[in-house]
């Protein structure tokens, strides 16, 4: 019953992790929408450029946690489909524990950067915004740490023998694309 209660925590945290990625991507969609039309206006629009840069950056790594969960980065399914079934629990075993260590040291980094950042008040050398940079810096540490809890989470579930939900999700989209060929 605990591991159902976390399953549900952990699936929430992947997509509102996902959800907020979402937004951010519309974010940069406004602020690059209120660029071109305050040039038109002839008014520029303070700090545009850091804002759409750190909304595309919070995009992509609070992203990666859901799009690993879904089944849709990018993986060596050619060499893993060849490989009996015992060999590819040890090569998926081998390929998450390393993904995980180094989403662990990613995300250590970022957030030893972003608290750098914090404690010395850190603010963006160009740009018109004076946004604190252990803001943006933040969605980095935090897309990066959910991305280890979204390996260790799939690797607990490989080494309890069942099936991990990145190759459950890959296996329903690859089910969905053919039965999407037809029409």
């Known amino acids: 019953m605990k591991f159902t209660a976390m399953r549900k925590i952990l699936d929430l945290i992947y997509h509102y992790s996902g959800a907020l990625a979402g937004l951010c991507t519309l974010a ?10 305050g040039r038109e206006l002839g008014y520029l629009v303070p700090g545009a450029d850091n804002l759409a840069s750190w909304f595309c950056a919070a995009a992509a790594f609070l992203a990666m946690a859901h799009t690993f969960q879904q089944g849709e980065m ?34 250590h980094s970022a957030t030893m950067y972003a608290r750098v950042s914090y404690l010395t008040n850190e603010l963006p050398q160009s740009g018109t915004l004076a946004l604190p940079l252990w803001i943006p810096q933040s969605t980095f540490a935090l897309g990066s740490a959910l991305l280890a809890v979204a390996l ?21 989209n690859a089910e969905q694309a053919r039965g999407g060929e037809g029409m």
Do not use: H, T
């Not at 607990?156 to 069942?162: K, N, P, S, T």
């Open 152 to 172: 260790l989470d799939n690797l607990i579930q490989l080494l309890r023998g069942a099936v991990p939900a990145y190759r459950l999700a890959a296996q329903a």
């Open 74 to 107: 990018v993986q060596v399914g050619l060499l893993v489909e060849q490989l009996s079934e015992a060999k590819r629990k040890w090569f998926e075993g081998g390929a998450l524990c390393m993904a995980l260590a180094f989403s662990i040291y990613v995300s």
């Open 28 to 37: 940069v969609f406004g602020v690059v929408v209120a660029q071109v039309v």
